[in-house]
């Protein structure tokens, strides 16, 4: 969430984009010919914002005996805005408004099969395979993995809030209220809630690229797997190359669960692999693969379907 940069949507409820869909063909020219004029093909999308939303409570009496400072009531509220902060970054992965119409579309809907674009013969890819869904290898049911190279900026993939609204998780103190237990009874207490408008807009698809069937079992022990360790180095190469004029929107980074974070840290301290390091970023040590940074992040499942 500290990376997903925020964009005011155009829409009360979205935002709606201009995406190009191909690009013109120029042509060469020869004497005593013409140019047939050529355009670019764009279309347009509407990207839905979801409305995420908690209310804290806590007994007045509990809060006295605390002394009611800001500081207490904040330490309260804390479970809830890391569950919201958790809850939103598993949307940006795995939410999908076609089964749950109030959240919106996260990555892993719209990156959901393996292939090569259709315009680009295998025989044109060689050895690098320029898609956007790379596989991994993994071939056991529901034990799946993803890592997500992304390039984030308002040309390519961000995150927006509504037209008009202010960004961000929003919180409001509601003060004393009349509150129930569990059984119905009543008693005075406080009462937070928290809202947060978001949604994602993939602006340019192909700065977005999903290595696949990551198996993270397969990884736990190098010598016996060395070759499905291999394959994820691989695919994490092929993954760069896969996106377009890079440097113009930044670097990109790379996110993956706790487990293959773990793998890779692994990797860096034994040296086992000479394009794992580490960079400093504002006096803390980040993993990198050849320069990129590395982040873990808790909402990319081990439990994916195996994508074909």
């Known amino acids: 969430m500290d990376d997903v940069p925020l964009v005011e949507g155009n829409l009360p409820t979205g935002h709606r984009t201009t995406v190009r869909a191909d690009m013109p063909l120029p042509t060469w020219r020869k004497l005593n010919y013409g140019v047939k004029p050529t355009k670019s093909v764009t279309a347009q999308v509407d990207d839905s914002v979801g409305m995420l939303e908690a209310y804290s409570e806590v007994d007045k009496d509990l809060a006295k005996l605390n002394g009611n400072s800001p500081e207490w009531r904040m330490s309260e509220d804390v479970p ?93 103190d509601l003060g004393e209220q009349t509150l129930f237990d569990n059984e119905g009874g ?33 990884l736990q022990d190098p010598t016996t797997n060395a070759a499905a360790i291999q394959a994820v180095y691989e695919a994490m190469i092929k993954a760069r190359y896969c996106v377009p004029q890079i440097n113009n929107y930044g670097n990109g980074m790379y ?44 909402a990319i499942l081990e439990t994916e379907a195996v994508l074909t």
Not at 121 to 149: C, H, M, R, Y
Not at 195 to 216: F, P
Not at 256 to 262: L, Q, S, T, Y
């Open 255 to 298: 996110y993956c669960n706790a487990a293959v974070h773990a793998m890779l840290d692994i990797a860096a301290v034994q040296k086992a692999n000479a394009a794992l390091g580490y960079q400093n970023v504002f006096g803390k040590d980040v993993l990198t693969f050849r320069g990129t940074p590395v982040k873990a992040c808790h």
């Open 80 to 172: 809830h805005l890391q569950a919201m902060s958790d809850e939103m970054a598993a949307t940006i992965f795995y939410g999908d408004s076609g089964v749950n119409p109030e959240e919106f579309l996260g990555l892993a809907p719209r990156y959901d099969s393996i292939g090569t674009p259709a315009n680009k013969p295998d025989a044109q890819l060689n050895s690098v395979e320029l898609a956007n869904v790379l596989d991994a290898g993994g071939a056991t049911a529901d034990k799946q993995s993803s890592i997500w190279f992304i390039v984030w900026g308002e040309n390519t993939v961000h995150g927006i809030y509504p037209k008009g609204s202010e960004t961000g998780l929003q919180a409001r």
């Open 186 to 218: 009543r008693f005075q207490g406080y009462r937070a809630h928290y809202q947060w408008k978001m949604g994602l807009c993939v602006r340019d698809w192909r700065y977005v690229v999903r290595v696949a069937n990551v198996e993270t079992a397969l």
